[in-house]
């Protein structure tokens, strides 16, 4: 029973809403309908769950010190499902180089 119990608070509170944050070298894991993955920043980088959402960009990443409007080199996670346009890992990254933006977030118009 408290085997049970204790897979139960767990599960609870890995689905819990996590507040917006940004956070030096931090980690998560990002769930949707169709997906879910983890991600942590590299060293001297800065995961922001805050900065990119209103584009899209629910996990975005960028050097220590940085912004994601200002800094140089950026970083984002996005998931893409598989479909009949897109089959494998270059299908994907195809579509990606297709929907690329200046501000390096395609439009929130789902694909398909």
Do not use: C
Request: glycine residues 8%; hydrophobic residues 40%; charged residues 20%.
């Amino acid at each position: 029973m408290k085997l049970l119990l204790s897979i139960a608070l767990t599960t609870f509170l890995a689905l819990a809403p996590v507040p917006a944050s940004i956070t030096e070298e931090g980690g998560g894991i990002v769930y949707g309908q169709d997906h879910v993955f983890s991600l942590k920043a590299p060293k001297g980088w800065m995961l922001d769950n805050e900065s990119g959402a209103s584009q899209g960009a629910h996990a975005v990443f960028y050097q220590k010190g940085g912004s994601w409007e200002k800094s140089a080199v950026v970083a984002y996670a996005n998931a893409r499902p598989r479909n009949n346009e897109v089959k494998t890992a270059d299908d994907a990254a195809k579509a990606v180089v297709e929907d690329f933006t200046p501000m390096g977030v395609r439009s929130t118009k789902p694909r398909v």
